[in-house]
Nanobody, 123 residues
Framework: VQLQASGGGLVQAGDSLRLSCAASGRTFSNSGMGWFRQAPGKEREFVASISARGGSTTYGDFVRGRFTISRDNANKLVHLQMKSLIPEDTARYYC?????????????????WGQGTQVTVSS
């Protein structure tokens, strides 16, 4: 699976943004998908994940209902809809895929990673 994230940008606090991840490869519909983020000087942290069929989702504690992950298996896309953005959400956001198809929350559970897209939230 090859992954390409897009949709990042510079926004103001309180704004919304939708990230997308385009996947290639025949195994996408069997893959669990996730989003992680990494801010300068910090560890990469879990944001959200979704199971292969979309029936199960998991979110990081900091999300608090602000983000929604979804997927479109027909078009091999995963989205992360973010609202009520705050400066602390500033980071590079990465999409990832795992072979077991579950909505995992640990970095070690994902075998495939994209290059990431930068999100910057100004105050």
């Amino acid at each position: 699976v090859q992954l390409q994230a897009s949709g990042g940008g510079l926004v103001q606090a309180g704004d919304s943004l939708r990230l997308s991840c385009a996947a290639s490869g025949r195994t996408f519909s069997n893959s669990g998908m996730g989003w992680f983020r990494q801010a300068p000087g910090k560890e990469r942290e879990f944001v959200a994940s979704i199971s292969a069929r979309g029936g199960s989702t998991t979110y990081g504690d900091f999300v608090r209902g602000r983000f929604t992950i979804s997927r479109d298996n027909a078009n091999k896309l995963v989205h992360l809809q973010m609202k009520s953005l705050i400066p602390e959400d500033t980071a590079r956001y990465y999409c990832a895929a795992n072979r077991d198809g579950d909505a995992r929350a640990w970095r070690r559970d994902f075998q495939y990673w994209g290059q990431g897209t930068q999100v910057t939230v100004s105050s």
